[in-house]
C-alpha cells in the first residue's frame, strides 16, 4: 500500500503540522515567554481546538499561576488546565464566563466569515489591551474566510499588535490560504483516545458499557461526535446511510435514485458533514477488512462490511474513498452542498 493509500485511511495530516504534543508545548511556550503573534490549530471537528485556545488565553493571563509547577509531554486538555492557570482568579473567571473585555471569538456569519467581522477584528487588536498582560483573538474555522476577509487578516498578520496572539482554528491546514498558513505556528491536535471517550460516555453521560463502546469506535477521536453517535437515532441513521451506500456500489445504473438521495441529504446541511464521515468510515472499514479485520470502525455491522470488502476491489475503494474526502474539503470551502453530493454519488456509482 503506498503512502498516499496511507494517508486516505489515515486522515489528512500536514506533513507541516508538529509532531510532539501540543498542550506540552503551549506550555512550554508561555513558561519561557516565547510565544509567537500566530498560531493554527488543526485536527478533527469535537478534539478541543477551541477549548485549548480559550485555555491558552487563561494560561497567558492567569494571575496565580504556580512557578513550580511542570507538565508531562503526554499532557491533555485536563492536565493542561490544572498545571497552567489557578480558575480562581479575576482573570481566570472572566475568560471562563466569556466576559473578558480582550479575550475575543470570531466565528462564521452563516457559511463565511466575512470581511466586516475582520475589519472589525482589526479596529479592535489596534487598540491597546484594556486588562490582559496578552491579548487572544480567536479565529473559529479558519477555513470559510473568503479571499477577501483572509487579506484583511493578512494584514494584521505581517504587522502584528504589542501583546497580541491570534489563534486560527481548522480541521486541516491545506483549508486555510497559504499566505496566512506561512505565519502562523501550526500545531495539530491529535484525536482523542478511545477509552478516555468510552469513559467521558459511561461517567457522565451515563451511557450503557456497549453503546459507549460503539459510540468511542465511531466517534474515531471526537468528544462531540461521540456525544451525537451516543443517540440511537444517530445509529440508526448510520445504518440507513449504509444500506445506500450498499445499493450504490452494487447497482451503479439508479441513477434517479442517486439524485433523489443527494437531494434528500442535502436538505439538512447541519447533518451532510456526519453522512460523509459514516460513508469515509464505511469505505475505510471495507479496505481495512481486507487487511486487518479487527481494526474496522463499524464493529458492530462486521458482516456487511465483510460482504463490501468481498464484493469491491482495491483500486476501486480507495478511489470512492477518495471521492468522499474530496467532498468533504469542498464542503468545507462552502461549495454547493446538493451538487457536492451528487457529483459523489456519480463518483461513488463508478
Known sequence: MT???RQLLTGNCSPTAMIY??????????RKRTVPHAFLFTGIEGVGKRTAAMAFAMACN???????SDISATADADDFRRTAVC???SSCKKIQSGNHPDISLTEPSGPFIRIAQIRELCHELSLKPYQADMRVAIIADAQS????????????????????????????AGDVLPTLLSRCR?????????ERIKTFLIEKKGVGTDDAELAARLAQGSFSRAIAMSRVSWINRRNWIVRELEFITSKPGEMCRFLALAEKLSKNKDRIPDDLEIMRTWLRDAVICKYDPEKIINMDIFDRILKASQRINTPSLLSKL????????????NANSRLTLEVLFMRLAI
Open 3 to 5: 503512502g498516499e493509500q
Open 21 to 30: 504534543n501540543p498542550y506540552s508545548l503551549l506550555f512550554s511556550l508561555i
Open 62 to 68: 492567569c494571575r496565580n499561576p504556580d512557578p513550580s
Open 87 to 89: 480558575g480562581k482568579c
Open 145 to 172: 474566510m473568503n479571499p477577501e476577509a483572509g487579506n484583511a487578516l493578512l494584514k494584521m498578520l505581517e504587522e502584528p499588535p504589542d501583546r497580541t496572539v491570534l489563534i486560527l482554528t481548522a480541521v486541516q
Open 186 to 194: 501550526h500545531l495539530r491536535f491529535n484525536p482523542i483516545p478511545l
Open 322 to 333: 477518495k471521492a468522499v474526502q474530496s467532498a468533504q474539503k469542498n464542503l468545507r470551502s
